[in-house]
């Protein structure tokens, strides 16, 4: 039986010459069972360069490419090499800022569907490997390189490749600090680790501290670091947030700093966030109210 033709939606999302508004359209036609056919035209459109004929800004291709990747992971079948165009884009930094930051955005709920079609979920075969080899779940191999530098032993499979490529990419990630990726790649190891073993607790809260500390980072990769030391309940991070909520050098970083400490902070700590909520800056004030009060409710 000769492999179906490409659809005209597919055809018309994937058309240089096709115009913002028409790209969306043609993608609200498609449901979560295209076939194999058009599954392999949109993972060649995700390759793809943009177009330089100036009939779309870089911005509006981008966005496309980040809804199609999200149309890719809601069908019902994966289409082969997902994983692998994801940490291709990730791992190279003449790509386009944007959509490297997109990649890694989309690496944790691949990770999670990837997991699920291969039964490597919770306890299953990719944690009960990797807990055999405590080195390997600290993120260091025999040899003692990099976060989860090392093959896994017995998982030879083009996915459980993937899989093994988007933890290295992940990781390799928290050192792009002067963007947003490496806020970015620290939530995604933060979500995974609820549920995959082989992402070590330990080790995402360290460098959860790590990156919220350095003043080499981004604001943005610090707000997000710090945002998530309190979302995970991280106390080692008390002593860094109560220095940024005084002194953070910026109001937002100040602000991340305090909701932080009224989510991890002690006795201590909610006195000196009642003396920022009479501060005379505004946004200061308010987050310090804000995070008193919902304190309170707990």
Not at 95 to 102: E, I, S
């Amino acid at each position: 039986m000769a492999a179906p033709q490409v659809s005209d939606a597919v055809k018309a999302l994937t058309d240089p010459k096709t115009n913002y508004a028409d790209r969306l359209e043609a993608m609200r036609k498609l449901g979560h069972e295209i076939n194999s056919t058009d599954r392999a035209a949109l993972m060649e459109f995700l390759a793809s360069d943009a177009p330089n004929d100036g009939r779309m800004r870089s911005l509006a291709f981008y966005s496309i490419k980040n809804d199609t990747l999200e149309l890719l992971l809601r069908q019902r079948e994966l289409p082969d090499g997902m994983g692998e165009l994801l940490t291709g884009v990730v791992s190279n930094p003449d790509q386009n800022g944007t959509w490297r930051n997109y990649c890694i955005q989309f690496m944790a709920p691949f990770y999670e569907r990837q997991s699920q079609a291969e039964g490597l979920g919770s306890g299953g075969v990719l944690q009960n490997n990797l807990g055999q080899n405590d080195s390997l779940r600290r993120g260091t191999d025999a040899a003692g390189r990099g976060p989860m530098g090392g093959p896994v032993s017995g998982l030879n499979r083009p996915e459980d490749r993937e899989l093994e490529a988007i933890r290295e990419a992940l990781w390799a990630a928290l050192g792009e600090r002067d963007n947003s990726n490496a806020g970015t790649a620290l939530l995604a190891l933060h979500t995974l680790a609820r549920n995959h073993s082989e992402f070590d607790r330990g080790q995402i809260d360290a460098a959860m501290l790590e990156l919220a500390s350095d003043e080499a980072a981004t604001v943005a990769n610090r707000i997000s670091a710090l945002r998530l030391c309190g979302e995970s309940g991280n106390t080692n991070a008390l002593a860094t947030a109560r220095t940024l909520a005084g002194s953070g050098g910026t109001t937002l970083l100040r602000c991340a700093a305090i909701a932080t400490l009224g989510e991890i902070g002690e006795e201590q700590d909610l006195a000196l966030i009642e003396t920022y909520a009479a501060s005379s800056d505004k946004r200061i004030r308010q987050i310090a109210q804000t995070t008193l009060a919902k304190r309170s409710r707990e």
